[in-house]
């Protein structure tokens, strides 16, 4: 099995969501998040005074999928997340050893 995390932004979560719904996936975990890439932030101007703004807004998203699904949710999520524009995020894979189910005991494929 493999973790998917992919940060994106905000604006596209549900473009994603769609995205992996659409091949299969049941469920994710979303989280807010800020931070900054190559990016770095911006300057705003708020009552005519300038200030930095270091870390930018982005939402983490997790997918735990059976490794014959990683790769279509992988393209999927990065065709429902491109915008074309700096800061449009990352994705990263990582193996999963085990996954239970709380309620049921239920492990592995089952769990998930």
Known sequence: MKKIEA???PFK???V???LHDIGLQGLTVVE???FGRQK???ELYRGAEYVVDFLPKVKIEVICDDALAERAIE???AAARTGRIGDGKIFVS???EVIRIRTGERGEDAV
């Open 76 to 78: 999927a999520i990065m």
């Open 17 to 19: 969501k769609d995205a």
């Open 95 to 97: 193996d999963i050893q």
């Open 7 to 9: 940060i994106i932004k």
């Open 13 to 15: 979560l549900d473009e």
């Open 33 to 35: 998040a800020k931070g």
């Open 41 to 43: 932030g911006h300057t």
